[in-house]
T-cell receptor, first 114, second 119 residues
Framework: AQSVTQLDSHVSVSEGTPVLLRCNYSSSYSPSLFWYVQHPNKGLQLLLKYTSAATLVKGINGFEAEFKKSETSFHLTKPSAHMSDAAEYFCVVSDETSYDKVIFGPGTSLSVIP | DGGITQSPKYLFRKEGQNVTLSCEQNLNHDAMYWYRQDPGQGLRLIYYSQIVNDFQKGDIAEGYSVSREKKESFPLTVTSAQKNPTAFYLC??????????????????FGDGTRLSIL
């Protein structure tokens, strides 16, 4: 069975400092992994995806994530936080055993302090 | 511009009343999904459909119903049987890639949601 854990429910950073949002997954087979961002009262927007190509994935708005199979992790990073990055972030996993569904993590709320 | 449109943005339900949330997409996607989001929680799947005239229950289908008569439309009805309907409802769509092993999950595109409250 597949599952996803987001290790921090809330992260707070100062503007201009690095962002690290942690995600660990459980999957029996080769997973597809995604990061989405949600601003208040909005839908989710895809930041980036991993589907068994390069392990370092670059996304929109300067975000990137690295797939580490040995650690079953897919952490999201950004070198320098911007005020507009304040939002909820969801790590999502799907694999070959569950073609018809994806599993969403509980989310990490990112605050950016001016 | 292609996208997903959910309406209304805010909806109120009275006791014993059924209400229907609209979801329309012009992305030509085969698959559509309905999720429920409660404060501080992730998304939970209510129903999904990978093809017209077919849909499947998700993890929390009780008290909800859907139809998929057209590729572009996937309305969700919250029935009176759903005793705790207050939540943020999100509709999504995605392309479907079929292979010998089944369906390949592709990124989902989301609407801006409908917030449902009880009067």
């Amino acid at each position: 069975a597949q599952s996803v854990t987001q290790l921090d429910s809330h992260v707070s950073v100062s503007e201009g400092t690095p962002v690290l949002l942690r995600c660990n997954y459980s999957s029996s087979y080769s997973p597809s992994l995604f990061w989405y961002v949600q601003h208040p009262n909005k839908g989710l927007q895809l930041l980036l995806k991993y589907t068994s190509a390069a392990t370092l994935v670059k996304g929109i708005n300067g975000f990137e994530a690295e797939f580490k199979k040995s650690e079953t992790s897919f952490h999201l990073t950004k070198p320098s936080a911007h005020m507009s990055d304040a939002a909820e972030y969801f790590c999502v996993v799907s694999d070959e055993t569950s073609y018809d569904k994806v599993i969403f993590g509980p989310g990490t709320s990112l605050s950016v302090i001016p | 511009d292609g996208g997903i449109t959910q309406s209304p943005k805010y909806l109120f339900r009275k006791e014993g009343q059924n209400v229907t949330l609209s979801c329309e997409q012009n992305l030509n996607h085969d698959a559509m999904y309905w999720y429920r989001q409660d404060p501080g929680q992730g998304l939970r799947l209510i129903y999904y459909s990978q093809i017209v005239n077919d849909f499947q229950k998700g993890d929390i289908a009780e008290g909800y119903s859907v139809s998929r008569e057209k590729k572009e439309s996937f309305p969700l009805t919250v029935t009176s049987a759903q005793k705790n309907p207050t939540a943020f409802y999100l509709c999504a769509s995605s392309i479907v890639i079929w292979s010998l092993r089944g369906v390949n999950n592709q990124p989902q595109h989301f609407g801006d949601g409908t917030r449902l409250s009880i009067l």
